[in-house]
């Protein structure tokens, strides 16, 4: 496993994109809208995704603001095969709340599981081309 990203929501995208760029220095790896899912995804970094962590930064359409502390998602991880981490994860007493399959408008292959604060960790299955995240 490698660890992929940590996921923010923001209530203004291009703003949240010109603080992590602008004042930070990082660059803007990429960028996708959604509109069947209603949400657009930014990537930003200091290196590329393939050479390590990076921030997902999340706008839900119509969302402009969040509480503090709401608008944390998730963290990432890349796996080779996210069913098989799913059973691995349950045999250790973890809990699995979103069973391995194709994210809701892309074919990326993910799955969701808890830690004990109910904190949510994406696992992500590796692919050539995974560039698709949920909102």
Known sequence: ???LHTMLRVGDLD??????TEILGMRLL???EYPEGKFT??????Q?????AVIELTYNWGVDHYALGEGFGHIALEVENAAAACDTIRQRGG????EAGPMKH?????????????YRIELIEKSADFVEHPA
């Not at 892309?106 to 109910?118: L, R």
């Open 30 to 32: 990429r960028r996708k």
């Open 1 to 3: 496993m490698r660890l």
């Open 41 to 46: 995804l930014a990537f930003v970094g200091y």
């Open 48 to 52: 590329e995704e393939s050479a390590g």
């Open 106 to 118: 892309g074919s990326t292959v993910i799955a969701f599981v808890e830690d004990p604060d109910g």
């Open 15 to 20: 703003r949240a994109i010109a603080f992590y």
């Open 95 to 98: 809990k699995v709340v979103r």
